[in-house]
């Protein structure tokens, strides 16, 4: 789970009034082919970090290989902030620090952490599928702030736990363990709790500064618990497989710097309606990634849970960004 979830409350809201003049029309975006290529590149490499993780995960520790990937990255996104706009960018008020920490530990630490403990003992696809009802949850914790999404929202509510509770089956009928259904399902739901907080709290204005804070941050927080967990007890580094070593490098370079590059540049050039589709692309990327890959089983849970869920997201996003 590496997505930063698309809140969709900003387009939401009433504009803040002005001066009585006619209002000006708003700028058509051009869909371009960097705009595809952009899309595209989010698309997959977002997908494909579910499979990224299942692999990792084979002979890497949870916490303590998610909490190196975070802290890589982040450290590899600080140094491209200074590098590119001066070190002035990094600087925060201790609220805004403050913030960036709090959401990192409900991004990284919960959201991605309890994921990545779950693929050690679930298949990516379903991680993956479970994950993909996070707008779900972001639309009903919107709820619980005041925001009134809309019917047809609620509608995707509907059919998202409809399409969880059909995905639940593998775990409840001992196909799959029940512990690692659960870990994915809170995950989403920290993970949602962090998206709706971070539109709500004191951010640092640069998104990239925000991340590499809340990279930082989460990271660090995941090497202390895998730490606490004893993970690093028997840790033969040399007994890792080549293609665990290489999974980590590709997540932290591909899954948390290339694609959220993208996904920043996107919602700055693109229509937010197109960028959001990633929400309802990234799971079918994923579970074919996974059949093909490693050979996980496509039950008919996961196809008509998973197809239940994406419908219902699908619904909300398109709701959403109407108008």
Not at 68 to 90: K, Y
Not at 177 to 205: D, E, N, Q, T, Y
Not at 222 to 250: F, I, M, N, P, Q
Request: charged fraction near 10%.
């Amino acid at each position: 789970m590496t997505s930063p979830a698309v809140d969709p409350a900003p387009e939401t809201r009433p504009a803040a009034p002005g001066p009585r003049t006619p209002a000006a029309p708003a700028p058509v975006r051009r869909i371009t082919g960097a705009v595809w290529a952009a899309l595209g590149i989010v698309y997959v490499v977002w997908g494909s970090t579910y499979l990224g993780i299942r692999i990792v995960v084979e002979t890497l520790p949870p916490f303590l290989s998610g909490g190196a990937r975070f802290v890589t990255a982040g450290l590899l996104l600080a140094a491209i902030v200074a590098w590119r706009q001066g070190p002035a960018a990094l600087r925060v008020t201790r609220r805004e620090l403050g913030s960036a920490v709090l959401v990192g530990l409900l991004l990284i630490l919960g959201g991605n952490g309890l994921v990545v403990l779950a693929e050690t003992s679930i298949p990516s696809g379903l991680a993956a599928l479970l994950v993909a009802a996070v707008p779900v949850w972001v639309v009903l914790l919107r709820t619980v702030f005041g925001d009134r999404p809309g019917p047809g929202a609620y509608g995707g509510v509907l059919l998202g736990f409809a399409g969880l509770g059909v995905l639940t089956v593998p775990g409840l009928s001992g196909e799959v363990k029940i512990g690692g259904v659960l870990l994915v399902l809170v995950a989403a739901l920290l993970w949602s709790v962090g998206s709706v907080s971070s539109a709500r709290l004191p951010m640092p204005a640069n998104p990239f500064t925000a991340s590499a804070y809340e990279m930082l941050a989460g990271g660090l927080a995941a090497l202390t618990l895998g730490l606490v967990r004893g993970e690093h007890h028997g840790l033969d580094l040399g007994a890792v497989s080549g293609r665990s070593w290489a999974a980590l490098a590709y997540l932290i370079v591909f899954g948390s710097l290339v694609a959220f590059t993208a996904y920043a540049w996107l919602l700055q050039t693109a229509p937010v309606s197109l960028a959001a589709t990633y929400a309802y692309v990234n799971p079918v990327v994923a579970v074919l990634l996974g059949a093909l890959v490693l050979d996980e089983a496509l039950t008919w849970p996961i196809l008509l849970g998973g197809a239940v869920v994406v419908g219902g997201v699908c619904l909300i996003v398109s709701t959403e960004r109407r108008g």
